[in-house]
C-alpha cells in the first residue's frame, strides 16, 4: 500500500501542473500548427484543407522581415557577448564582497517595466533629447541627424534590454572557474592573454552560449523595440506576426509565420542545448 | 634546456604584465560602473519625468518641478483600473503558478519517475520559447474553442508561463535538501502527510516564496503574452502601449517610480533576510 503511493505521487505532484502546461502550452502548438494549415476568413471560419502554401507565400512575402529579425538579433547577441563579457569577468575575479550588490545593479532595469523602460530610451533618443541636442548645438552632430527609425536605434534597444541576460550566465560560469587554475597557467608561464585564451575563455564558453540562448531568442521575436524604437525600414518578423494576429485577424498567414519563426528558433535552441545539457541552462534561467 | 632559459625574460617581464594587469583591471571597473550607469539612465529619466510639470500632452521636454502628480496619481480611472488589473492578476497568477510549479519541482527534485524526462523536456521549451509564439499560440487555441478573450485567458497565460520558473527554483532548493530530516520525522511515526507540512514544507518555504515573488514579478511586467491572451481587459504595460502614440501622462512614470521603489525595497530586504543562511552554506 505504501509503495503504491511512493510510485504515484511523483505522478500525483506533477498532474496539475503537468496538465496545465499540456492544455496550454503543449495544445495551443498544435492548433497553431492546424490553423496555419488551414482557410477561411474570421467571419465564415476556418477550414482544414492542408493548404501548406500559405508557408511558401507567408515565407515569400515576409522574407525581408525574417531574415532581418533574425540578423538583428545575432547582432543584438555578439555586441552584448562583448560588452558583457569584461562586466562579468570583472564582477566574477574583482567583485570581492560586493558581487551581489554588482549582480543587483545590473538587474535594476528588470525593476522597470520592458515597455516604460523602451519608451524612456525613445525619450532619450528622440531627435532633440537629452543625448542629441547637445551634442547638435556643439556641432558634433549635423543638426538633421537622427537615430530615432534606425536599425542603430532598434538594436541598441534589443541590447539595452537584454543585457542581464547576458552578464548572468556569464558571470555565473566565471564565476565557478577555480582560481587556481589560472595560477596553473601563470605558472607554466602562460602569458595573462594566453592563460585568458587558453584557459578563461574556454571555460566561460558555457555561460556564452546560455547567454547567445537567452538574448538571441527574445531579440529577434521581440516587436516592441522595432515599433517604439524603428521605422518602416526596420520592421521586424514580430511585427508582421503580432498586427496579422491583433489587426487584420489573418490568422493562417500569422500561424504559419509564427510557426516558421519557431521552428528556426528552436532547431537553434535544442542543438545548443545538446551541447550544453538542459539543466545548466534551466539553472541559469531560473536566476 | 628551454626550461632553464626562460624564467630570465619572464621574471623581467613580470613587472610590466603586472602593471598592465592591475590597469586592465581598473579599466574594467571603470567600465562596469559606465555601464550600469547606462543601465539605469533610462530608470532616472523615467522618475524625473514623473517630477516634470509638462504644458501640453507631451511630457518630453522638461518645463518645471512639480509634485502635483504624486498628488494625482489616480486621476485617470482608465490608468488605475489598469494598474488594479494588473496586481490583481499577478496575485493571482503567482499564487496558483506557486502551487503547480512546487508540485513539479518537488517531484523532479525528490523522485526518480517515467516521465520526469519529459516534463523536464517541456518545462525547458516553456522557458526558452519566444513568447511571441507562447502569446499567438495561446490566441489561436482560444478563438479555435470559441473562448472570449479577458482576465480568465489571461491569469491562464500568465499561470502557464511561470509555473516552469517556479518549478526550476523549488527543485534546485529540493535537491539540497536533507533527506535525513524527513526520515526522522517517519521514524517518530510520523504519516507522510505530518511529515510534509512539519518538516519539508517549512523547509521549502523560502525557496516557494522567492518562487511566488518571480512569478509576481514575470507577470507584472509582462508585455507581449499579455498583448495576445488580454482582450479587451487594460493592464498596466497594455495601457502605456496604447497611450504611446497619444502621449503618456505623467501618472505613468510616478506609477512607474513606485512599482520600481517597491520592488527594489522588497529585494533588498529579503536579500538581507537571506544573507545568514547563505553564509551557512
Known amino acids: ?287 | 634546456m628551454t626550461q632553464t632559459l626562460t624564467p630570465a625574460p619572464a621574471t623581467q617581464a613580470t613587472p610590466s604584465r603586472r602593471r598592465f594587469r592591475i590597469g586592465g583591471a581598473r579599466m574594467m571597473h571603470i567600465y562596469t560602473w559606465l555601464l550600469i550607469a547606462w543601465l539605469v539612465l533610462p530608470i532616472l529619466v523615467m522618475i524625473l519625468f514623473g517630477f516634470n510639470d509638462p504644458q501640453g500632452r507631451y511630457n518630453q521636454t522638461w518645463q518645471g518641478f512639480t509634485l502635483k502628480w504624486y498628488g494625482e496619481l489616480f486621476a485617470l480611472p482608465d490608468l488605475t483600473d489598469a494598474l488594479i488589473a494588473s496586481l490583481a492578476v499577478a496575485v493571482v497568477s503567482s499564487l496558483i503558478s506557486a502551487a503547480l510549479g512546487t508540485g513539479i519541482g518537488y517531484a523532479l527534485g525528490r523522485y526518480r519517475f517515467r516521465g520526469a524526462g519529459a516534463t523536464n523536456l517541456v518545462m525547458f521549451a516553456a522557458i526558452s520559447s519566444p513568447e511571441l509564439v507562447m502569446g499567438s499560440s495561446l490566441l489561436t487555441l482560444f478563438v479555435s474553442m470559441g473562448v472570449g478573450l479577458g482576465g480568465v485567458t489571461l491569469t491562464i497565460a500568465h499561470v502557464m508561463f511561470s509555473i516552469a520558473f517556479v518549478a526550476t527554483v523549488v527543485r534546485a532548493r529540493v535537491v539540497t535538501l536533507d533527506r535525513a530530516m524527513e526520515e526522522a520525522a517517519a521514524d517518530l511515526g510520523a504519516t507522510a502527510w505530518t511529515t510534509w507540512w512539519k518538516v519539508t514544507f517549512p523547509i521549502l518555504l523560502p525557496a516557494i516564496f522567492s518562487g511566488i515573488m518571480l512569478a509576481f514579478a514575470l507577470s507584472i511586467d509582462d508585455f507581449v503574452i499579455t498583448n495576445f491572451t488580454a482582450g479587451n481587459v487594460q493592464t498596466f504595460p497594455l495601457w502605456i502601449w496604447g497611450s504611446t502614440r497619444v502621449g503618456l501622462p505623467p501618472q505613468v512614470n510616478v506609477m512607474g517610480t513606485l512599482i520600481f521603489v517597491v520592488g527594489v525595497l522588497i529585494a533588498v530586504v529579503a536579500n538581507l533576510r537571506s544573507r545568514p543562511r547563505k553564509q551557512q552554506d
Open chain 1, 1 to 287: 500500500m505504501n509503495r503504491v503511493k511512493r510510485t504515484l505521487a511523483p505522478y500525483l505532484l506533477v498532474l496539475p501542473g503537468g496538465l496545465w502546461l499540456l492544455v496550454f502550452f503543449v495544445v495551443p502548438m498544435v492548433t497553431m500548427l492546424s490553423l496555419s494549415l488551414q482557410e477561411g476568413d474570421i467571419v465564415n471560419g476556418y477550414v482544414f484543407t492542408g493548404h501548406w502554401q500559405t508557408y511558401v507565400e507567408a515565407i515569400s512575402d515576409y522574407q525581408t522581415q525574417m531574415i532581418r529579425s533574425l540578423v538583428y538579433g545575432a547582432i543584438t547577441s555578439l555586441v552584448l557577448i562583448v560588452l558583457a563579457f569584461p562586466v562579468a569577468y570583472w564582477i566574477a575575479f574583482y567583485g570581492g564582497r560586493k558581487k551581489t550588490t554588482y549582480l543587483f545593479l545590473i538587474l535594476l532595469p528588470f525593476f522597470v517595466s520592458f515597455v516604460l523602460r523602451t519608451i524612456s530610451w525613445r525619450m532619450l533618443l528622440t531627435d532633440d533629447g537629452v543625448l542629441l541636442h547637445p551634442l547638435k548645438e556643439a556641432g558634433l552632430l549635423p543638426s538633421g541627424f537622427q537615430l530615432l527609425g534606425t536599425p542603430t536605434a532598434v538594436i541598441a534597444g534589443l541590447v539595452y534590454n537584454f543585457l542581464p541576460f547576458m552578464v548572468l550566465p556569464i558571470y555565473v560560469a566565471l564565476e565557478r572557474i577555480d582560481p587556481r587554475v589560472v595560477e596553473a597557467a601563470r605558472d607554466l608561464y602562460a602569458s595573462p592573454a594566453t592563460a585568458f585564451r587558453k584557459v578563461i575563455f574556454p571555460l566561460a564558453l558555457p555561460g556564452v552560449f546560455a547567454g547567445v540562448l537567452m538574448t538571441f531568442v527574445p531579440a529577434s521575436s521581440d516587436y516592441v523595440n522595432s515599433e517604439l524604437l524603428g521605422g518602416t525600414s526596420t520592421t521586424m518578423i514580430g511585427q508582421v506576426i503580432q498586427s496579422k494576429f491583433l489587426h487584420t485577424s489573418d490568422y493562417p498567414t500569422a500561424s504559419a509565420l509564427a510557426f516558421a519563426l519557431m521552428a528556426v528558433l528552436l532547431i537553434g535552441v535544442f542543438s545548443y542545448a545538446r551541447a550544453l545539457g538542459t539543466e545548466d541552462v534551466m539553472k541559469v534561467a531560473a536566476r
